[in-house]
């Protein structure tokens, strides 16, 4: 049961001016390839996307899980925004104060879609492979049929941005038509009115970057068996969002760029010598080493 992906799908295809998404998480491959695909449709005329995310991952595990991933798929998003001219932006609320107290990053539970002034969908999804392939979820989805409830979407958006910015919601919607665009407003407020803050440009790369490869499944579509459990998690045989788009610059005729860093890329494509705890650690926990895809345990 898939309807709230398909929606996303739909939904993100449709859009004219205006993509927000206000999420818990960003690492469905589904979601990327609708907003890469749009982003990079020349033949229609351009749009502003708007992402809303925490700063980062609540603890170790959850960066593990979902991390990694949404901080690749989010500078791939920068990368074709930039290529076609497409105003991006990525913001995270965090409520700063008075001396001498740091500023405090609110985490985002929210999950929100707002397409224009047309399609408005709140529920339970995250914006992740297992929420739309897996879980059981339900959002509420609204289309307007007509001027008044778009201009009711209208200002669910203005009002929720509002939120953020600390601003009245009549006072976004003057501030968006002065700058004549959702994307320059919010970065002409961003860090100065209210809670946002901008994101772009500030994914740095962590150990875990350095050590995962490419589409490893610790966020999956669909059930794992126990039979290959290991080998879909660490050793994944989909082809990588790289791959596929130098798979499409092939088709298209467009000369493949050199990767830049050849070693970085090798070093990605297995776990060496990485060890994971199967148990809380003590003198009878087996400890597990990954080494050219071979199993090697090690007692405690």
Known sequence: MQEIAQLYDDAIASAERLILIENQYFTSRRVFDALHKRISDTSRPGIEVVVILPQAAQNWKEELAIGFEQRRMLQRLETAAKANHCPLGIYTPIKTGNPPLPPTPIYVHSKVLVIDDRILSIGSANTSNRSLGLDTECNINIEADGDQRRREIAMVCYTLLGEHLEQPAEAVESIV???????????????????????????????IDQVLPEGICFDPESPLSSEDLFEKLFFPPIPSIQDEEALEEKEQGEPQKPEAHPERSKKRTFLRGIPLFLLPPDRHSPLLFLEKKELIFAPG
């Open 177 to 207: 038509q002065q700058k004549r665009g959702w994307v320059t407003a919010l970065d002409a407020l961003s860090g100065q009115s209210g809670r946002l803050h901008k994101l772009n440009d500030t994914f740095p790369e962590t150990w």
